[in-house]
T-cell receptor, first 111, second 114 residues
Framework: AQRVTQPEKLLSVFKGAPVELKCNYSYSGSPELFWYVQYSRQRLQLLLRHISRESIKGFTADLNKGETSFHLKKPFAQEEDSAMYYCALSGRAGGGNKLTFGTGTQLKVEL | DTGVSQDPRHKITKRGQNVTFRCDPISEHNRLYWYRQTLGQGPEFLTYFQNEAQLEKSRLLSDRFSAERPKGSFSTLEIQRTEQGDSAMYLC????????????FGQGTRLTVV
């Protein structure tokens, strides 16, 4: 069975401080990992995926297979980063790219 | 707006009534997904279609739930004999059939069963 765990429901940081949103997963095969973000009153949208190894809006995430983690990081938080962040997993062995989501972490960036 | 659209955005219904939601995916996407999201939880997979074929259904999808995508374009999700536990946000997403394709989400339909 595949599972995604986000241990923090709420993370509050000051503007300019580093951010790390934690994500751990459980999957027997070779997973694809994603971070989705939902800004206030907007739809869920893809932020980044591990395979592309990109930095999006200053965020990066590295897949650590040994620790089964895919933590999201940003060195300096901005006010516009305040949003709900979901870590998600897609198994490669069929399943049509269906996603298994974590429970989400609400990031609040304070001035 | 060329994104995924869902209708209605909000639905309030009495327990025991039937409801139907509609999803219009991005036109060139042949995969369509339904998810359900309850308060404090992430979206949970319900079912997905590739073109008109329903290829997978979650065990979450009881026999009161049925989804269709008759012409491989829009999809409907029907809930019969609604229960209070069905109250949730129902999300639709679409993607191309490439194995790591990005899923684009609609704004969702919020169902409240009273």
């Amino acid at each position: 069975a595949q599972r995604v765990t986000q241990p923090e429901k709420l993370l509050s940081v000051f503007k300019g401080a580093p951010v790390e949103l934690k994500c751990n997963y459980s999957y027997s095969g070779s997973p694809e990992l994603f971070w989705y973000v939902q800004y206030s009153r907007q739809r869920l949208q893809l932020l980044l995926r591990h395979i592309s190894r990109e930095s999006i809006k200053g965020f990066t995430a590295d897949l650590n297979k040994g620790e089964t983690s895919f933590h999201l990081k940003k060195p300096f938080a901005q006010e516009e980063d305040s949003a709900m962040y979901y870590c998600a997993l897609s198994g490669r062995a069929g399943g049509g790219n269906k996603l298994t989501f974590g429970t989400g972490t609400q990031l609040k960036v304070e001035l | 707006d060329t994104g995924v659209s869902q209708d209605p955005r909000h639905k309030i219904t009495k327990r025991g009534q039937n409801v139907t939601f509609r999803c219009d995916p991005i036109s060139e996407h042949n995969r369509l997904y339904w998810y359900r999201q309850t308060l404090g939880q992430g979206p949970e997979f319900l079912t997905y279609f590739q073109n008109e074929a329903q290829l997978e259904k979650s065990r979450l999808l009881s026999d009161r739930f049925s989804a269709e995508r008759p012409k491989g374009s829009f999809s409907t999700l029907e809930i019969q004999r609604t229960e209070q536990g069905d109250s949730a946000m129902y999300l639709c997403a679409s993607s191309s059939a490439i194995w790591d394709a990005e899923a684009f989400f609609g704004q969702g339909t919020r169902l409240t069963v009273v």
